[in-house]
């Protein structure tokens, strides 16, 4: 029977560090089952209105955790539903920009001369331009985005760095002797790349993907904080802090609440990335 999936202690990495990574994977285990189980953990309808005047900005209770906002909705019913949509963004669009990235770092790096040139000089014109303002004029352009087209968005601008790292680490891996070695004995490009580069390129990919999906959760919730993401009254942890800001004097527990959960998962990612990273294989170690 197989066992459950654990962190392993890994040489050369300190116990602090250790702990943390579980403290790290144990909190985004538990967000993402809560994510999942959102309908039947959540007390509340995310969008109901019960008592639109008598439970108005009540304050964190017994009967709502959170508190209530503005409109009566239950603050922690949101926050459940909308962990559900910015982990579903993050996911989406970080494993389409890590695809497009590690195809295009892979492509660039074997096949080296010219085309590795001009796919280079292409990338260094997408990266003097910021993720940040390139998503920003793509998603006004196009006025309010539903949710896939959002994902699409996201996704088609943050593989531009994962692309130069694949590269760099393809171009060390295609010198290596048992590349040399099956190019020799006339394996095709198509195998070379996929059976002996790209588990080289696994690792740093990997590393890449899961800073990635912190940063595009984050974007996610700018974003929607600033009413171009995923607009109400479907919850967002980015809009349910955007509902907030109006009386962060009077009822704060509004936009904190939200906000500690967002700030809680980008640490605890980028812990974990930390941990892969610093690893002798680069790896979380399972059995």
Do not use: C
């Amino acid at each position: 029977m197989a066992e459950a999936a654990v962190i392993r202690p890994v040489p050369g990495v300190s116990a602090p560090a250790n702990a943390a990574a579980i403290v790290a994977l144990g909190f985004l285990s538990l967000l993402l089952l809560a994510a999942v189980a959102a309908p039947w953990l959540a007390p509340y309808d995310p969008l109901a209105q019960p008592d639109i005047v008598g439970a108005r900005l009540a304050p964190p209770s017994a009967a709502h955790p959170f508190g209530t906002d503005a409109f009566s909705r239950d603050v922690f019913s949101r926050v459940l539903f909308g962990a559900r949509i910015s982990l579903l963004v993050g996911v989406l669009a970080t494993g389409l920009s890590v695809t497009l990235g590690t195809a295009y770092g892979l492509v660039a790096g074997y096949a080296g001369g010219v085309l590795d040139t001009v796919l280079m000089r292409l990338l260094d014109g997408f990266l003097a331009i910021p993720r940040v303002l390139l998503v920003l004029v793509l998603v006004s352009a196009s006025g309010s985005l539903p949710l896939p087209a959002l994902i699409v968005v996201l996704g088609l601008t943050g593989w531009f760095h994962v692309a130069r790292l694949v590269r760099a680490e393809a171009l060390v891996a295609r010198k290596l002797d048992y590349v040399t070695a099956a190019r020799a004995l006339g394996a095709s490009g198509w195998r070379i790349v996929s059976r002996h580069l790209l588990p080289n390129v696994l690792t740093p990919a990997a590393v890449a993907a899961v800073l990635g999906f912190a940063n595009t959760v984050v974007l996610e919730a700018g974003l929607s904080y600033l009413g171009l993401g995923v607009q109400p009254p479907a919850p967002s942890w980015g809009n349910i802090m955007l509902e907030g800001t109006e009386q962060l004097r009077t009822a704060w527990w509004v936009a904190l609440f939200p906000g500690i959960v967002l700030f809680a998962t980008v640490v605890s990612v980028n812990t974990l990335a930390e941990r892969i990273r610093s690893g002798p294989t680069g790896a979380i170690f399972l059995r």
